[in-house]
């Protein structure tokens, strides 16, 4: 099952799913997930498609439109379980960091 290969994202793979909500293609992503994260995560074109070549393959997005070399994407509702799954986790994390911290 696609969630057990992606059991937690890298922040590539999550900001790329996040750009995914709204349908767009691999230039777009790149500079969404530059806007996204305010300019601290960059994903470079040779990792961006072989992460969307992954996402596809395992359902976790799908293509809308092909025209020539340019491709258009959106995330599926697989894709977005993963993406609420993930955020969950992360939230966790940061509320066990917060304990640590008013404890400290």
Request: glycine share 10%; hydrophobic share 35%; with cysteine.
């Given at each position: 099952?696609?969630?057990?290969?992606?059991?937690?994202?890298?922040?590539?793979?999550?900001?790329?799913?996040?750009?995914?909500?709204?349908?767009?293609?691999?230039?777009?992503?790149?500079?969404?997930?530059?806007?996204?994260s305010?300019?601290?995560?960059?994903v470079?074109?040779?990792?961006?498609?072989?992460?969307?070549?992954?996402?596809?393959?395992?359902?976790i997005?799908?293509?809308?439109?092909?025209?020539?070399?340019?491709?258009?994407?959106?995330?599926?509702e697989?894709?977005?379980?993963?993406?609420?799954?993930e955020?969950?986790?992360?939230?966790?994390?940061?509320r066990d960091?917060?304990?640590i911290?008013?404890?400290?």
């Open positions: 099952m696609a969630r057990e290969q992606f059991q937690t994202l890298t922040e590539p793979m999550y900001y790329i799913l996040l750009a995914l909500t709204k349908e767009c293609c691999g230039v777009d992503i790149m500079e969404k997930v530059r806007d996204i305010k300019g601290r995560v960059k470079g074109p040779g990792t961006l498609y072989a992460m969307l070549a992954r996402f596809e393959e395992n359902g997005i799908r293509k809308t439109a092909e025209t020539g070399r340019r491709k258009s994407y959106i995330i599926t697989t894709g977005l379980q993963m993406l609420r799954e955020y969950e986790r992360l939230n966790m994390m940061v960091g917060k304990e911290q008013n404890g400290l």
